[in-house]
């Protein structure tokens, strides 16, 4: 991987959709940016690196546009994703399509693979559904609620769990457990309210996603810069960690053969569409 994080900074969320988003994850407010991966050296043009200058997209359409020229640029700024994100209002009626909900667990749906630079993701989550604790494989993670509220929990990486050896693609599963009982360390729990966006990544933490509802379900729009395909994810009372394949239940609307005879990936619990 070569994300380069510079300089996060945690702050309050009012995201610019007017509403209040009371969440952990910080905006980076000042200045936070990353390297977008097989771009050419480029700074961003003022338009996609000041938040201020945001147009908020008429349309999912128009949010998906605006990214690709943004990741067409080799400085991301975190800042101006969460925001521009967030200043999409959703409608249903452009994301139903993607909407693909399981009874027995959350659904990840592929809108838009990013020119390879990022995929733009619907998560679905039916009440009471929600992940397990993981981490993102050093990648950029936005998380921008299309329908209901989501409860965030943060996590602290456990102790004696090297986070570079966790993300070791070549690590042996046996030699990066452990063996300790030391259990995971919960800093935080908050809401993302309809709208609002967040954003993780390792450096920040590890977290867990769900539905707090049991009345209303909840639809959420991720974007992953790079993208991945595997992630760590973690036992709460022990920190064992252990790597889950994470798999599409759709990609662009259609449902994905994967995901059609492997309903349950194998790795990580009944919950293991990890992300
Ligand atoms: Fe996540």
Known sequence: MECEIINERPVDGRCSSGEVCVQSAPMAANGGHFKSEGNRASRPPAMYSDPSTIVPPASLSELIQTLHDVFAHEDISIEYVQTLMASYKSNPREWKKFAKFDKHRYTRNLV??????????????????????????????????????????????????????????????????DGSNSGMQKRDESQIVKNACGYINDDIGLHRVENPSHVDKAVTLHLYSPPFDECECFDERTGKHTTAKVTFWSKFGKRTPFGRHRNVPISCTTEAENN
């Open 112 to 177: 838009d693979d990013g020119n390879g630079k990022f995929n733009l993701m619907l998560l679905c989550w039916n009440e009471a559904q929600g992940s397990s604790i993981h981490s993102h494989a050093n990648s950029h993670c936005f998380l921008k609620v299309l329908d209901g509220t989501v409860k965030e929990e943060m996590f602290e990486w456990p102790e004696n769990c090297d986070q570079a050896e966790a993300m070791d693609e070549d690590g042996d599963e046996a030699d990066r457990k």
